[in-house]
């Protein structure tokens, strides 16, 4: 199994309250991804890394920020949480931009309440 | 625009009999990638196969594997001698190559699969 862990696994928390999930790799890959499940809609990306410092938006990125310092972290950050966050939070990674599979994590159930 | 669109929001099969998941794809791109996942109850995202858009052959691993039909966009997950631990949700996603930036991987919206004993 490649070594992704998220933390927390599960976070209640308040509308207006700022929330930082946490991916950690032990598997040196360059990529890493942040998808939110939600029923009905499979996952949706909401930010990637393609290295330190480099990360891009993915499709439902509003609200969302991220950051890379090193390679084996990528932080997702709601500034201010809202109820429509609500949701599980997956983090991802791959070793190649081009091909091959993603990686999951376990994924975060958050709750926002 | 990539898009994936899965069509069968959920299906039935009986146990030891095959099924086959529809899988349809939107691309402008010549090299890209097309993915199974399946999503147990348990949560967690399992990698079944893989099919590049230059492979000649379809793809095969144990009991599943990718029918790819190049001209039609489609890729259809073939499950052969269904077993009660497939029951689970399915994903369709595909990975435009896009150099250097870390292809994105787009998800179909899933297809709910139950075996029936």
């Known amino acids: 199994d490649a070594g992704i862990t998220q933390s927390p696994r599960h976070k209640v928390t308040e509308t207006g309250t700022p929330v930082t999930l946490r991916c950690h790799q032990t598997e040196n890959h360059r990529y890493m991804y942040w998808y939110r499940q939600d029923p009905g809609h499979g996952l949706r990306l909401i930010h990637y890394s393609y290295g330190v410092k480099d990360t891009d938006k993915g499709e439902v990125s509003d609200g969302y920020s991220v950051s890379r310092s090193k390679t084996e972290d990528f932080l997702l950050t709601l500034e201010s949480a809202t109820s429509s966050q609500t949701s599980v939070y997956f983090c991802a990674i791959s070793e190649k931009g081009n091909t091959g599979e993603l990686f999951f994590g376990e994924g975060s159930r958050l709750t926002v309440l | 625009a990539q898009k994936i669109t899965q069509t069968q929001p959920g299906m039935f099969v009986q146990e030891k009999e095959a099924v086959t998941l529809d899988c349809t794809y939107d691309?402008?791109?010549?090299?890209?990638?097309l993915f199974w996942y399946k999503q147990p109850s348990s949560g967690e995202m399992i990698f079944l196969i893989y099919q590049g858009s230059y492979d000649e052959q379809n793809a095969t691993e144990g009991r599943y594997s990718l029918n790819f039909q190049k001209a039609r966009k489609s890729a259809n997950l073939v499950i052969s001698a269904s077993q009660l631990g497939d029951s689970a949700m399915y994903f369709c996603a595909m990975r435009e190559a896009t150099y250097n930036q870390g292809g994105k991987l787009i998800f179909g919206q899933g297809t709910e699969l139950s075996v029936k004993p």
């Open positions: 691309t402008s791109d010549q090299s890209y990638g």
